[in-house]
């Protein structure tokens, strides 16, 4: 599993939108877009199987990091669109500091205690920013 995987499913394991269901056979969880709400599908190993990407709510070019609390998960279209729309405005332009403020609300709104069988990737990713 690579770190990617882990940081993922330490995502899911924060969000309380992710919950455990069946693709087919396989165990996976199912949870919504940071932004749209629209449904992700993550494989039980961390493999999006939707277009499921790291949003990272202050933007890594404004030194944003790894930390539980300034990732999320989110659709491909809608990553893509604040990356080119926001995340390239200056640190201190107040619609990208008024949309990082609405994703951390949201994002603590959804704010879980991790599952047991996912604890071990939030600590992981504790210890990995």
């Given at each position: 599993?690579?770190?990617?995987?882990?940081?993922?499913?330490?995502?899911v394991a924060t969000d309380?939108?992710?919950?455990?269901?069946?693709?087919?056979?396989?165990?996976?969880?199912?949870?919504?877009?940071?932004?749209?709400?629209?449904?992700?599908?993550?494989?039980?190993?961390?493999?999006?199987?939707?277009?499921?990407?790291?949003?990272?709510?202050?933007?890594?070019?404004?030194?944003?990091?790894?930390?539980?609390?300034?990732?999320?998960?989110?659709?491909?279209?809608?990553?893509?669109?604040?990356?080119?729309?926001?995340?390239?405005?200056?640190?201190?332009?107040?619609?990208?500091?008024?949309?990082?403020?609405?994703?951390?609300?949201r994002r603590r709104e959804?704010?879980?205690?991790?599952p047991a069988e996912l604890?071990?990737?939030?600590?992981?990713?504790?210890?990995?920013?």
């Amino acid at each position: 599993m690579t770190g990617k995987q882990r940081r993922v499913l330490a995502i899911v394991a924060t969000d309380r939108t992710f919950e455990p269901s069946r693709h087919g056979t396989a165990a996976v969880w199912v949870g919504a877009c940071i932004h749209c709400k629209s449904p992700l599908t993550i494989a039980s190993d961390g493999t999006p199987i939707s277009a499921a990407t790291i949003e990272h709510l202050w933007p890594q070019r404004h030194g944003g990091d790894n930390a539980l609390a300034n990732i999320a998960l989110a659709c491909g279209a809608c990553n893509r669109g604040k990356g080119k729309r926001h995340d390239t405005r200056s640190k201190q332009d107040p619609q990208l500091l008024a949309i990082v403020e609405a994703l951390r609300a949201r994002r603590r709104e959804r704010w879980r205690e991790p599952p047991a069988e996912l604890a071990a990737h939030v600590a992981w990713a504790d210890g990995h920013p």
